[in-house]
């Protein structure tokens, strides 16, 4: 068993709930830019704000009571089922018509992306690793990426805003994906197949646990929700631009 510092339970709540508070300030500012009522924005972002906070306190339970802490192959893999449905109930929520038009609303690639500044928390994996309770292995890639990703954030924000850097964001969201592609990996290749010291058990209880059940399937989200909305822009504009050609021939 260990026995983390207080700070690094500060570093890791910064991420698991800076993420989803980003997130529903943006959602409502991208409801408004919409040009949905206030009151319906804010009806819209005090659900997410409900779900996310009910999300963190269920995930919490879970890992309190160890169900996430499991031998490989030992039952159901409850970390990896809470990751999935997180996931797969935030995709399904992005195509709730009013949601959707939330996010087709102008410059919503550029608010998608300032959530992710948050994850610059992931030097807590470098504080975890120092003091000899997660393999290196995993720690670096994990923490590099994360914080690679979190201190881009803000820049690929600006540059959407200000109408330039579709191919960066694309990179940016891409990157950002393979960081945590390459993070869970590494973390369930290290626990099932490769033996290692020290193991990555603190993955799977208090605090470090709530990573890859809340702000991870959530940053995931918003990086597949941009690609396709960035998508959506290109081929519209292309779209415009064959349009204009044959009139100005």
């Known amino acids: 068993m260990y026995d983390l510092p207080s700070y690094v339970w500060a570093l890791v709540l910064v991420g698991v709930i ?9 959602l409502y500012r991208g409801a408004v830019a919409a040009g949905i009522g206030r009151r319906a924005a804010g ?10 906070g009910g999300w963190i306190v269920v995930s919490a339970v879970l890992a309190h009571a160890r169900v996430y802490d499991q031998a490989p192959g030992a039952g159901v893999p409850w970390l990896v089922v809470v990751f999935a449905g997180g996931l ?11 949601v959707a038009r939330i996010l087709a609303a ?24 120092v003091q000899g309770h997660l393999p290196a292995a995993f720690a670096l890639p994990a923490g590099f990426g994360d914080i690679a990703i979190g201190l881009t954030a803000s820049f690929v924000a600006r540059r959407l805003a200000q109408g330039a850097g579709r191919s960066e964001a694309v990179r940016f969201n891409l990157l950002g994906i393979l960081d945590l592609v390459v993070a869970a ?8 197949f ?4 020290p193991t990555t058990e603190p993955l799977r209880l208090l605090p470090l646990a709530l990573v890859p059940t809340v702000p991870v399937p959530l940053a995931l989200a918003l ?24 009139a100005a021939e």
């Open 18 to 26: 800076g993420i989803p508070a980003t997130t529903c300030a943006m």
């Open 43 to 52: 009806a819209v972002t005090a659900a997410m704000a409900i779900g996310s």
């Open 88 to 98: 797969l109930a935030l995709l399904l929520a992005a195509r709730i018509p009013i």
């Open 106 to 129: 102008p410059d919503s690639p550029a608010r998608l992306a300032l959530p992710h500044t948050f994850r610059v928390a992931g030097v807590a994996f470098f504080i975890v690793m």
């Open 185 to 192: 990996g590494m973390g369930f290749v290290l626990f099932g």
């Open 194 to 197: 490769v033996p290692v010291t």
């Open 223 to 246: 990086h597949i929700v941009s690609l396709q909305r960035l998508r959506h822009t290109a081929q519209r504009e292309q779209g415009r631009t064959r349009r204009l050609v044959p």
